[in-house]
């Protein structure tokens, strides 16, 4: 069986990690082993604690391609550069399939607040809007031609404080985020990582 | 118990941003502090672990709960790891999601789960109609017939009958044989495949088992089976989808910006195209919005215009299903009618084969050409784009149900031409079907086939070539994309061959399960390799519901005639289970006269008229009550929605209360001070 690379994983790790996140055994060996494979590249020990960069944990291949990577990262690392294996796990479990929607969602807007102030506002949907259309904010030549005109996105933040912005202050709060989520039963099958 | 740990471990929230002093973020550093004190804060998983270890905090009650919850909670682990291990698929599942999304992986589960169905209903048929028949033929085999002394059983005929029905074949040459396996004659008919293998007598060891009751009863729970799945399926889908009334147009925006980036998506070209695709759908949004908008302010002439095409593309819809409806009807009469087996003589078996299959054909053509013209002409028509999509689909559907419902019928009106002699074949014009059950069996069985063979050579021949040319040609039109209404309606297609068939083929559902195992790894391939990233994403949770809807549909419409045929048609004399009786129905009615008299009375009356109306009135006042408390859920949301807009605005109010008071108050203590 493929227990060889959880020797530093002890069964009453195991035991409480599986009442604290939504994984089963397998699924934490899975992340267990995603994770040390990393520490194979760079090593970076504070104490007894195996620290992963923050740039080595967003070029795996179920993050590699996504344009919110740096944002989760930030949002479950609390914004350091390092991530240990318990906030990896943290991280997966919340975007595994059996997390449940409020959690979800409450991450969800974590990581679509870019500057952290527990408001979508109109800066934040910029924002969001530009790593839709282009990614990550590091292809130049995209973001000067490919992404969408100041014009198109206001419209766009337009309409959606149209719906979603109950109390008509130009911002997105966590409740009004939610108001909406529940009404879309896509983002439950959208906001997920199979590891 | 511990599940309430895991919900709601809300990250430290990040630094607040106040580097301006206005006003404004005074304000919302307030509002923040206030929605903090009111959510629960829970820390991150290292420090609800440390928690745990330290202070004994969060941990599920041990102690007082006992060892036997413990236990139960090992055990339930255990299943899960189990379930998850046995978890067929979920790499190559995973694998088509990191390519084209969660839409399309919805077809691949959806396709899972319909293996599931037929393995169950497959097990079912073969273990207690196929195995009881086939292995236990030759030992102790009694000619007792179930009710012998009533009057619906006619022993005498059905003897008399059975003997005629003999099948003259000469398996001399290859090709002979493999024809007649690809059309379900000669070699292929007397096997336990078809219906009219099947015997209608007891088979006797230690206890008796009588064929013709299994066989009835089977099928009928397996139709029940099928309910059952169907309805555990659609009730968790449904769950999601019909939620709330408002139309989700509302919410398309919102949609686009917050719920379009498919998380699971891992391969790089497709994420590119992705990113792509969403600006051109972005873009499309904004330019739909304005088209709308338009729309309203349309003069009475171009409105009346709209309604003529409108009006035009109906009737030419309706035109082309009643063209199919004749072409199946036509080519079903000519095979059975026209052609009699003497006229063969001299003709080339091929052309025998292809007569044979030319209903199957003309169904299978039917269903691939006649929805490009409907794709085409619905541009014509002016609707909405995502209205298009769904009148396109609901078109579709029409046409693959009304084709099998055409089909259905056609045949049927064969199996009643009434000029008939006592072995109920039929004479002088009418088809001399010896084994009508049988008959019908082989159309299904060619249909699945048929529709096996275009789907393998769709995806082994004509999507890699589409793929070829768009790389030589450098046409980007021709490259196949992977359409999931329109593999999901194929799907459903197949499966209601299988239940349309599998009374009349038991081993059906085996050909069935068999077809969708290849085409899971037929479509993995056609997605992984052939087809490009869809332009327009199908969104999964629509999809889920839609699929269920439509396999729901297409089973009642299967059952009526199932239900219809065993109730009122009589069976052959010379073949089957039911060659005895009058009915297929009157083999439980003699099981039930045959019982205790208080059993056989409570059953009688339990399939009295009297007691199903009631029923139907208690499940229709049922149904009022379920859709009243529906739309006053739906007015207290409504009220709701309202009441969290007021006490927003009271709390904004408020705010700028404090914040005034605090500012004059401040005015003031500096004015003292001066």
């Known amino acids: ?195 | 118990m511990f599940s309430n740990n895991k919900i709601s471990p809300l990250p430290n929230n990040g630094v607040v941003d106040d580097s301006s002093g206005s006003q404004v973020s005074q304000r919302r550093q307030a509002v923040v502090t206030v929605e903090q004190n009111s959510q629960i804060w829970t820390p991150h998983l290292s420090e609800r672990l440390r928690r745990r270890t330290e202070f004994g905090e969060l941990k599920p009650t041990k102690k007082s709960s006992g060892n036997l919850e413990q236990k139960i909670i090992q055990i339930r682990r255990f299943l899960r790891e189990v379930a998850f291990k046995l978890e067929p698929w979920r790499e190559s599942v995973k694998a088509i999601e990191g390519h084209h999304g969660s839409g399309v992986a919805s077809y691949f589960l959806f396709l899972r789960w319909s293996i599931y169905l037929n393995f169950g209903f497959f097990m079912l048929l073969f273990g207690l109609i196929v195995i009881p028949q086939v292995a236990f033929k030759k030992k102790n085999y009694t000619t007792a017939v179930l009710g012998i002394n009533s009057s619906y059983v006619h022993v005498n005929y059905s003897q008399h009958c059975s003997q005629q029905y003999i099948l003259n074949y000469s398996s001399t040459s290859v090709s002979e044989i493999l024809l007649d396996f690809l059309q379900g004659t000669g070699w292929m008919e007397k096997t336990p495949l078809f219906y009219g293998y099947y015997e209608g007598k007891e088979l006797n060891y230690d206890k008796s088992y009588i064929i013709p009751l299994a066989y009835i009863l089977v099928c009928i729970f397996s139709l029940i089976y099928s309910v059952i799945m169907m309805a555990k399926k659609s009730a968790s889908n449904f769950q999601d989808s019909i939620y709330d009334a408002t139309p989700s147009s509302h919410y398309q925006f919102f949609t686009l910006v917050f719920l379009s980036w498919d998380y699971t998506m891992t391969d790089e070209i497709s994420a590119k195209l992705k990113l792509k695709s969403l600006k051109k759908q972005i873009i499309s949004e904004l330019t739909d919005k304005q088209y709308r908008q338009k729309r309203k302010n349309l003069t009475t002439y171009q409105y009346a215009r709209i309604i003529f095409i409108r009006v035009l593309v109906n009737i030419f819809v309706l035109l082309c299903l009643g063209t199919g409806a004749y072409l199946i009807y036509f080519t079903t009469q000519f095979t059975t009618f026209h052609v009699k087996p003497d006229e063969f003589h001299g003709h080339h078996e091929s052309v025998r084969f292809l007569v044979e299959y030319l209903p199957s054909i003309t169904i299978s053509a039917l269903n691939g050409f006649i929805p490009f013209v409907f794709s085409f002409i619905t541009k014509v028509e002016d609707y909405l784009p995502q209205n298009q999509v769904i009148i396109i689909l609901i078109r579709t559907i029409l046409l693959r149900l009304a084709s099998l419902i055409f089909l259905v019928a056609s045949l049927y009106k064969e199996v009643m031409c009434t000029p008939k002699d006592n072995c109920n074949v039929g004479v002088a014009d009418c088809p001399p079907l010896r084994c009508w059950e049988t008959y019908i069996g082989q159309q299904f069985y060619k249909l699945v086939i048929m529709d096996f063979l275009i789907s393998f050579s769709l995806c082994v021949i004509v999507e890699p070539l589409r793929k070829l040319f768009s790389r030589c040609l450098k046409i980007s039109s021709l490259e196949p994309q992977f359409d999931v209404p329109k593999n999901v309606l194929d799907l459903v297609y197949t499966q209601s061959l299988s239940w349309l068939g599998f009374f009349f083929a038991p081993l059906l559902p085996c050909m069935v399960l068999l077809k969708f195992f290849g085409t899971f790894y037929l479509k993995k391939l056609s997605a992984l390799k052939w087809c490009a990233a869809l332009e327009k994403p199908y969104k999964a949770s629509k999809s889920q519901s839609l699929f269920a809807t439509v396999l729901m549909i297409s089973f009642f419409f299967c059952c009526l005639p199932i239900g219809y045929i065993i109730c009122y048609v009589p069976p052959s004399r010379s073949c089957g289970p039911f060659r005895v009786y009058n009915n297929m129905y009157d083999i439980l009615t003699i099981t039930v006269e045959l019982w205790p008299l208080t059993a056989s009375m409570i059953v009688r009356f339990l399939s009295s008229s009297a007691f199903i109306l009631t029923i139907i009135v208690i499940l229709i006042l049922f149904l009022y009550h379920c859709a009243q408390r529906g739309s006053a859920q739906n007015e207290t949301i409504k009220l709701l929605r309202k009441q969290l807009n007021a006490e927003r605005k009271e709390k904004f109010y408020f705010m700028m209360e404090a914040n005034n008071t605090a500012t004059i108050v401040a005015e003031n203590k500096a004015s003292r001070k001066q």
Do not use: W
């Not at chain 1, 979800?104 to 102030?117: L, R």
């Open chain 1, 1 to 195: 069986m493929g227990l060889s690379p959880s020797v530093l994983l002890t069964e009453k790790d195991l035991v409480n990690y599986q009442e604290l996140t939504y994984f089963n055994k397998q699924e934490i060996l899975q992340a267990y082993r995603v994770f040390r494979n990393l520490k194979k590249q760079s090593i970076r020990d504070r104490g007894e604690e195996l620290q992963i960069p923050v740039q080595m944990i967003m070029n795996i291949p179920e993050l590699k391609v996504n344009p919110f990577r740096d944002r989760l990262c930030s949002v479950f690392s609390n914004n350091r550069d390092y991530m240990n294996f318990e906030e990896f796990l943290d991280m997966m479990s919340v975007l595994s399939s059996n997390a449940p929607k409020d959690l979800k969602a409450h991450y969800a807007f974590n990581v679509y607040d870019f500057n952290n102030d527990q408001r979508l506002c109109e800066e934040d949907l910029m924002q969001l809007l530009d790593r839709l259309t282009c990614g990550l904010p590091n292809d130049p030549s995209c973001y000067m031609e490919g992404k969408l005109s100041d014009k198109e996105k206001k419209k766009i933040i337009k309409e959606i404080f149209a719906i979603a912005d109950l109390d008509r202050d130009q911002e997105l709060s966590f409740s009004e985020f939610c108001h909406i989520i529940d009404k879309s039963p896509d983002f439950i099958t959208s906001f997920i990582i199979h590891l």
